[in-house]
């Protein structure tokens, strides 16, 4: 297997329209600016009461083999949850929650010793000084914030009137 290179990689993704799924059900996309993107969710809200998905993005062709350990352009059909999981831990992805009934998301991404919480929809920012890692610590973050995120639903519907 020989090294790949940064326009075998771009290349790789013009022949397949920039954008598609792999057979493990990651979706793959190149951006205009030739950075690479990647999509895999785990569930919808027709399988319970939170969408989750795992996300990359903005990664240069370089710094795509490198984090998802490429050895050959066929790696790319194989990468999954765990490629994706991993990147997760290591800071180089984020996971997006959408519980049903905020109709929002929330962004998940580890950064040094705590795990940045967002939500653009919300307005709402957070920072919890441990690594969520594990399912029962999001269901955990929800329950213990449950009443700051109802007031930030709530408030991303209200007009700033003077």
Same mark, same amino acid.
């Given at each position: 297997?020989? !090294?790949?290179?940064?326009?075998?990689? #771009?290349?790789?993704?013009?022949?397949? !329209?920039?954008?598609?799924?792999?057979?493990?059900?990651?979706?793959?996309?190149?951006?205009? !600016?030739?950075?690479?993107?990647?999509?895999?969710?785990?569930?919808?809200?027709?399988?319970?009461?939170? !969408?989750?998905?795992?996300?990359?993005?903005?990664?240069?062709?370089?710094?795509? #083999?490198?984090?998802?350990?490429?050895?050959?352009?066929?790696?790319?059909?194989?990468?999954?949850?765990?490629?994706?999981?991993?990147?997760?831990?290591?800071?180089?992805?984020?996971?997006?929650?959408?519980?049903?009934?905020?109709?929002?998301?929330?962004?998940?991404? #580890?950064?040094?010793?705590?795990?940045?919480?967002?939500?653009?929809?919300?307005?709402?920012?957070?920072?919890?000084?441990?690594?969520?890692? #594990?399912?029962?610590?999001?269901?955990?973050?929800?329950?213990?914030?449950?009443?700051?995120?109802?007031?930030?639903?709530?408030?991303?519907?209200?007009?700033?009137?003077?």
């Amino acid at each position: 297997m020989a !090294a790949i290179s940064q326009q075998d990689i #771009i290349q790789y993704f013009k022949n397949r !329209a920039d954008r598609f799924k792999n057979s493990k059900g990651m979706e793959l996309g190149l951006t205009a !600016a030739d950075d690479l993107w990647t999509a895999f969710y785990l569930c919808n809200h027709n399988h319970g009461p939170l !969408a989750i998905s795992i996300h990359t993005e903005d990664d240069s062709p370089v710094e795509f #083999i490198q984090q998802f350990k490429l050895k050959g352009l066929e790696d790319i059909d194989f990468l999954n949850y765990t490629s994706s999981w991993m990147r997760y831990l290591n800071g180089g992805a984020e996971i997006n929650i959408t519980p049903f009934e905020l109709e929002a998301t929330l962004v998940f991404k #580890i950064a040094k010793r705590k795990t940045i919480v967002s939500s653009l929809d919300l307005h709402f920012y957070d920072e919890v000084y441990e690594h969520l890692t #594990i399912p029962k610590d999001f269901e955990n973050y929800f329950k213990s914030h449950e009443n700051r995120l109802y007031i930030a639903q709530q408030n991303r519907y209200k007009m700033n009137r003077k």
